[in-house]
């Protein structure tokens, strides 16, 4: 089937737009009509090459969501019509030891499977071909969101009731459950427990969210443009810094009583920016990294650093269970008290995505958003 695709054809230079040839969906693989994809700064970390994969052309895009347009053979949890979103998250499998105890984010049967270890790229193969019937790449290895359609096995499916516009459904896939899934995840904040979270785009916005769900006080906005800083505060911060005009640590140290934060949240990328994130630490402080380029080596942190106490983890997606948390997030959404489409503050069509990523990179929005 042809279609329309975003495609990268050289790091660094324009997106093009190009007319690709999709395959039809195999056996446990779902074909989907995008409706909306969120711009992530890991796609932007990929079109300029950071993530240390070098396979194009490729199609990106991660943050999606879509009709199931046509299923493969022993397909269940979906049929043509459904409204789903698409994440990098995989639902578990439901007999491995993980799934068994409630643990699917690490379920054995649907790990992420790095396709290039040596260099941490994700990029694998995807379902397309372009004009010249040469196979086209993917940026996350799963799946391709920068197109009319994209090919996706269904345990990276989760479905949306009508009511959830799906521009919202989108944004909800990456951003939300990557920096409020962590919160609660990761973080494991407690009330009354100090939260600093270091940028204020849609991922930043959201853990500020989670902390806040979670009790925390005070929670503290730290970002270099007073516009997104603004914003922060009707997420939910209680405190707003400004790493530009301001010492970071000095301020964080002031504002938590000269203890440092029980809890930092890095949602952008930059091993020196996690140097500062790590300084902002009370003696047992906890930093969850969430944020990330490629190449980012920890050679920058010594041993001796950790002994007090502090500590440094990882955070893929939020550690959500897909089918349990979505849903969970979608009534907090409907209630209020998640706020989702406040943070949509640019819309672009297919052929305008060079100005999406153009938009993001100059970072004065909170997310952008493709519609098909």
Same mark, same amino acid.
């Given at each position: 089937?042809?279609?329309?695709?975003?495609?990268?054809?050289?790091?660094?230079? =324009?997106?093009? !737009?190009?007319?690709?040839?999709? &395959?039809? =969906?195999?056996?446990?693989?779902?074909?989907?009509?995008?409706?909306?994809?969120?711009?992530?700064?890991?796609?932007?970390?990929?079109?300029?090459?950071?993530?240390?994969? $070098?396979?194009?052309?490729?199609?990106?895009?991660?943050?999606?969501?879509?009709?199931? @347009?046509?299923?493969g053979k022993n397909v269940t949890y979906?049929?043509?019509? @459904?409204?789903?979103?698409?994440?990098l998250m995989k639902a578990g499998c439901?007999?491995?030891?993980?799934?068994?105890?409630?643990?699917?984010?690490?379920?054995?049967?649907?790990?992420?499977?790095?396709?290039?270890?040596?260099?941490?790229?994700?990029?694998?193969?995807?379902?397309?071909?372009?004009?010249?019937?040469?196979?086209?790449?993917?940026?996350?290895?799963?799946?391709?969101?920068?197109?009319?359609?994209?090919?996706?096995?269904?345990?990276? #499916?989760?479905?949306?009731? =009508?009511?959830?516009?799906? &521009?919202?459904?989108?944004?909800?896939?990456?951003?939300? !459950?990557?920096?409020?899934?962590?919160?609660?995840?990761? $973080?494991?904040?407690?009330?009354?427990?100090?939260?600093?979270?270091?940028?204020?785009?849609?991922?930043?916005? $959201?853990?500020?969210?989670?902390?806040?769900?979670?009790?925390?006080?005070?929670?503290?906005?730290?970002?270099?443009?007073? +516009?997104?800083?603004?914003?922060? %505060? $009707?997420?939910?911060?209680?405190?707003?810094?400004?790493?530009?005009?301001?010492? =970071?640590?000095?301020?964080?140290?002031?504002?938590?009583?000269?203890?440092?934060?029980?809890?930092?949240?890095?949602?952008?990328?930059?091993?020196?920016?996690?140097?500062?994130?790590?300084?902002?630490? +009370?003696?047992?402080?906890?930093?969850?990294?969430?944020?990330?380029?490629?190449?980012?080596?920890?050679?920058?942190?010594?041993?001796?650093?950790?002994?007090?106490?502090?500590?440094?983890?990882?955070?893929?997606m939020g550690g959500i269970n897909l089918?349990?948390?979505?849903? %969970?997030?979608?009534?907090?959404?409907?209630?209020?008290?998640?706020?989702?489409?406040?943070?949509?503050?640019?819309?672009?069509?297919?052929?305008?995505?060079?100005?999406?990523?153009?938009?993001?990179?100059?970072?004065?929005? #909170?997310?952008?958003?493709? #519609?098909?």
């Open positions: 089937m042809k279609m329309k695709a975003a495609v990268v054809n050289e790091f660094g230079k =324009p997106i093009s !737009i190009e007319e690709v040839t999709i &395959e039809p =969906p195999g056996e446990g693989e779902v074909r989907v009509r995008v409706a909306a994809v969120g711009v992530c700064h890991t796609d932007l970390h990929g079109v300029k090459g950071e993530h240390g994969s $070098s396979e194009l052309p490729a199609i990106f895009g991660h943050e999606v969501s879509g009709f199931v @347009d046509e299923v979906v049929k043509p019509g @459904d409204r789903v979103l698409i994440s439901g007999e491995c030891f993980y799934c068994q105890v409630g643990q699917a984010v690490h379920c054995v049967k649907n790990k992420i499977r790095r396709v290039r270890p040596e260099t941490g790229g994700l990029a694998g193969p995807s379902r397309c071909l372009n004009k010249d019937g040469m196979r086209l790449w993917q940026l996350t290895g799963t799946y391709a969101g920068f197109a009319e359609y994209t090919i996706v096995r269904e345990e990276h #499916l989760c479905k949306v009731d =009508p009511d959830i516009p799906m &521009e919202t459904a989108a944004v909800l896939s990456c951003a939300v !459950i990557s920096g409020f899934g962590a919160t609660i995840n990761r $973080s494991q904040i407690k009330p009354f427990e100090s939260a600093v979270i270091v940028g204020t785009g849609g991922v930043g916005l $959201s853990a500020i969210q989670g902390a806040a769900f979670c009790g925390a006080h005070p929670v503290i906005a730290v970002d270099i443009l007073d +516009s997104k800083l603004e914003a922060a %505060r $009707s997420f939910g911060a209680t405190h707003t810094i400004n790493s530009a005009k301001v010492d =970071p640590i000095q301020a964080v140290m002031e504002l938590t009583d000269g203890r440092g934060a029980d809890h930092v949240l890095m949602t952008v990328a930059g091993i020196k920016l996690k140097r500062v994130g790590f300084a902002m630490l +009370s003696v047992r402080g906890r930093m969850v990294m969430i944020g990330h380029a490629g190449r980012e080596y920890m050679n920058e942190f010594e041993v001796t650093e950790f002994m007090g106490g502090r500590s440094i983890f990882g955070s893929a089918r349990v948390d979505i849903p %969970r997030m979608l009534d907090l959404y409907r209630t209020g008290r998640l706020k989702i489409d406040k943070m949509i503050t640019g819309r672009y069509s297919l052929e305008q995505i060079n100005e999406a990523f153009a938009s993001t990179e100059k970072g004065d929005v #909170l997310r952008n958003v493709v #519609l098909l």
